[in-house]
């Protein structure tokens, strides 16, 4: 069969689904939520829970290969399903969807993150800040994007009272330290079937209040200097893995080097200029690695690309956008705008 099955249904199933239909394959949605943004782009779309097994079964007996936008769908109920293909696999999901699990993993592959700890309760956050120090960062281990579910501590974080007040989820919280990072960038890379291995040029990423807000390539020298080390250990995280797809690390570009931040088992925002400004996208080379396909060039298509991210109202300016014929707009179709909501983003390749 050529059906492709994707679990999620965010602004990357949309995407991955709109590369996939450009090769001819057919695209199957499975999202708990109804009137998913990616459901709009595929032939047909599942609304049913994560722990819905009848449903998963129906879904994997109609597709082919079967792929996640998200990281924190359940493992368990996806283990239980028999003849799935799924790419990439649950060892990845379920590494990536933990912070101490990605961060350990990442260490025993020879990477380096911020110190860190885990906390469950508040008596260990006093000794994880004591033994770390502050400033820091703590973290729930599951389920935070975009910032969320984060505490600062020390030079203007969060106050005694404001960490003594936090709820500790059951599944567990990080404490790291503050990294005084020079600059931000990712490390996108795409692992085909057989293992070969291809990589974007790395985008310099920036952050406003823990949300991205642009990724531009190429990035600075200093970054430069410093993503041979990151693709090594991405290489290295990827084959550990078996991974097929696309697989990003985020980095912090120090003065000591690249510092691990997190994984992301799948496309990622900050290779959004690749629609664009790369001969072939994440999202297609993505669908021909998991279609056991040969890979596409992963080359610059311009002399320098930025993308911008539309959070909220910024979306509101969209046809001002329009209006600058450098730039390529992308609306998610989200409806409800929301503050810190990403509602599209906007590609601006420089040609000479
Ligand atoms: P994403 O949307 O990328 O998944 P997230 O919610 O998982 O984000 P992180 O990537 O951990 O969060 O953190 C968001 C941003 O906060 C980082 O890109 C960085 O700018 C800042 N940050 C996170 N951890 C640290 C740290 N230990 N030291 C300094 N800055 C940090
Ligand atoms: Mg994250
Ligand atoms: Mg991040």
Redesign the pocket.
Known sequence: GSTIGILGGGQLGKMLATAAAQLGYRVEIYSPEPDSIAADVAAHSTVAAWDDIEALERFARECSVVTYEFENVPVAPLAAIKDMVLRPGLRALEVAQD?LAEKRFAEDHGGRP?PFAPVANAGELETAMKSIGTP??L?TCRE???????WRTGNGGASDDDLAAIAFPETGCIY??????ES?FSVIACRALDGSIAFYDSAE?D?EG???SRSTVPASMAIVAQVEEARELTRQIADALDYVGVLTI?F?ATANGPVF??M?PRVH?SGHWTIEGAVTSQFENHIRAICGLPLGDTALAGKRVVMDNLIGEAADGWVEILADPQAALHLYGKGQVREGRKMGHVTRVERT
Do not use: T, W
């Open positions: 912070r911020a820091g960062i973290k935070g994007y975009d910032g969320k579910g984060q790291e330290g503050f990294v005084e990072f931000e990423n952050h823990g949300i991205l985020e912090f931040n997190e992301a925002n």
